[in-house]
């Protein structure tokens, strides 16, 4: 059997702040991580044999 998950801590003060902050601006990312991803993706949905 599974184990329970866990309640998710709450943030407060300066945490919750700069957290806010981080997911707010999200750092760019570069066109060759992006093509990299995307050819990763083509790879997998390539060998998968999902029956939908």
């Not at 981080?22 to 029956?51: C, D, G, L, T, W």
């Amino acid at each position: 059997m599974a184990r329970p998950i866990k309640e998710t801590p709450e943030l407060f003060g300066k945490d919750a702040q700069r957290f806010e902050k981080m997911i707010s601006q999200p750092m760019p990312v570069s066109k060759e991580e992006k093509e990299r991803a995307r050819k990763a993706y083509e790879v997998m949905k390539s060998i998968s044999n999902f029956q939908w």
